[in-house]
């Protein structure tokens, strides 16, 4: 039995895939690299941006400094907060799906996206409070697939929230998400996964234990929403 559900962010919750793209595409084109969508979402999309620059960087065979990637990862998070307040992002029947489960389990999210950019989407959409844990890239050392943001999730709703005496398992956690990536990282953390066609076909998305068309259908595995 499921006690805890740990969604991804970006492309789970919210429509910002289009969004990071085109911040990486844009960014990237000022330094001389061109990206294209099909590239980008055929090999970069599941990884956090720290990833993505150096993945793009070494395939261009250039040479990127530490200090570099800084100031990269800075510039496209300040485009991507820039985009975030011209409308909403939340995808269909997120907020119906999040007020079924709230209170009946531990909600986590773990993403490869930055903090602000989380926080800035959940604070605009009022949905903060669902989720007890917020695990963004600045939390961990090592991106999807590495299933440290899984295991540091985890480890977090154990510390803060749960009673010594009912200490949470990696299979009393469901993962749920949009790549490749992520559910590689899932199984690595011992956890279940559903996958939800939103980024990538349901052929790409076939390691998942479920594999479904909407975020909403995640009712007929936890049942009772």
């Given amino acids: 039995m499921f006690r805890a559900l ?3 962010f970006d492309g789970v919750l919210a429509d910002t895939e289009p969004l990071h793209f085109g911040a990486f595409h844009d960014l990237l084109k000022e330094e001389g690299i061109l990206l294209t969508k099909e590239e980008y979402y055929s090999e970069f999309l599941g990884l956090d941006d720290r990833g993505c620059f150096r993945a793009v960087y070494q395939k261009a065979g250039q040479p990127l400094s530490a200090p570099k990637l800084k100031e990269l990862i800075q510039r496209k998070n300040r485009k991507i907060l820039q985009k975030i307040e011209s409308g909403s992002l939340l ?3 997120v907020r119906e799906l999040l007020t079924a489960l709230g209170g009946r389990y531990y909600l986590a999210i773990v993403s490869g996206a930055l903090r602000s950019e989380i926080v800035a989407i959940l604070s605009k ?4 409070s669902f989720f007890q844990v917020i695990v963004s890239a600045e939390e961990v050392n090592h991106g999807k697939p590495d299933p440290e ?3 540091t999730a985890l480890k977090l709703l154990n510390r803060d929230y749960i009673p010594e005496s009912e200490m949470l398992l990696p299979e009393e956690c469901l993962v749920i998400e949009d790549s490749p990536w992520g559910i590689e ?3 690595k953390a011992g956890m279940k996964s559903v ?3 939103n980024s990538y076909k349901s052929e790409d998305l076939k390691a998942a234990d479920w594999v479904l068309a909407s975020l909403f259908d995640l009712k007929a595995i936890v049942g009772g929403c």
């Fill in 125 to 128: 959409e009022k949905l903060g």
């Fill in 195 to 197: 996958a939800v066609t």
């Fill in 6 to 8: 740990l969604f991804d």
């Fill in 149 to 151: 943001g899984f295991l």
């Fill in 185 to 187: 990282a899932a199984k």
């Fill in 91 to 93: 995808l269909p029947q």
